[in-house]
């Protein structure tokens, strides 16, 4: 899991409510992301931010939202507009790209559940 | 960004080379070729990286044409532990967003 901690592993939200996860790295990462992964699904990009401060949206970003106050820290907030949740979520890092072959490295992943 | 399309599973047993090939036909001149492996209620690990022609590491090889079109990865003599989804992808060293399809679902049987 390269240095990335995700917490907590798993999550349970009640209906209405805002759940956010935690995502930490240590390996002086500028760039940080979050995926959803649906069952037998591939991974979905959900924001990704690459300097302090500053974030972008992914392709489903709709009922989520993030913050990067730290270069460490990238905690993903899910609101009770995402009518949907339910999912495994991976945070990943990675050097910016054009410094190099960036590969990205991930968390090891927070499942929610709705009850 | 690449996008890149891949066999949807592949049954092995212990022992055989598995190759794994992804198509990528609207690659960019910057895009590298990256694969990674996933095992189940896990996150991704990177297996592998290259440009063009072969890349070979402790896990695996990397095989990539001149025309950069297609790649393909060749695990050898899997064991029961290879059993995980193969993940293709396009990364621009100019962008920043790895777009992750369905990946391959790769059986290896005793």
Redesign the interface.
């Known amino acids: 899991?390269g240095g990335?901690t995700q917490s907590p592993k798993y999550l349970f939200r009640k209906e209405g409510q805002n759940v956010t996860l935690s995502c930490e790295q240590n390996l002086n990462h500028d760039?940080m992301y979050w995926?959803r992964q649906d069952p037998g699904?591939?991974?979905?990009?959900i924001y990704?931010s690459?300097i302090v401060n500053d974030f972008q949206k992914?392709d489903i970003a709709e009922g989520y939202s993030v913050s990067r106050e730290k270069k460490e820290s990238f905690p993903l907030t899910v609101t009770s507009a995402q009518k949907n949740p339910t999912a495994?979520y991976?945070c990943?890092s990675?050097t910016?790209?054009?410094q190099g072959?960036?590969?990205?490295?991930?968390?090891?992943?927070t499942?929610l559940l709705v009850l | 960004l690449a996008k890149t399309t891949q066999p949807i599973s592949m049954d092995s047993y212990e022992g055989q080379e598995v190759n794994i090939t992804c198509s990528h036909n609207n690659i960019a001149t910057n895009d590298?070729i990256?694969w990674y492996q996933q095992f189940p209620?896990?996150?991704?690990?990177?297996i592998i990286?290259g440009y063009k022609t072969k890349v070979t590491n402790e896990v695996a090889s990397l095989f990539i044409p001149a025309d950069r079109k297609s790649s393909t990865l060749s695990l050898p003599r899997v064991s029961l532990s290879d059993t995980a989804v193969y993940?293709c992808l396009g990364?621009?060293?100019?962008?920043?967003?790895?777009t992750?399809?369905?990946?391959t679902r790769v059986l290896v049987k005793p």
Do not use: C, V
């Open positions: 899991d990335i760039a995926y699904q591939g991974l979905r990009l990704y690459q992914g495994f991976l990943a990675s910016l790209p054009g072959q960036e590969t990205q490295y991930f968390g090891p992943g499942r | 590298y990256t209620s896990q996150g991704p690990r990177f990286q993940y990364a621009s060293a100019a962008g920043n967003k790895l992750f399809g369905g990946g």
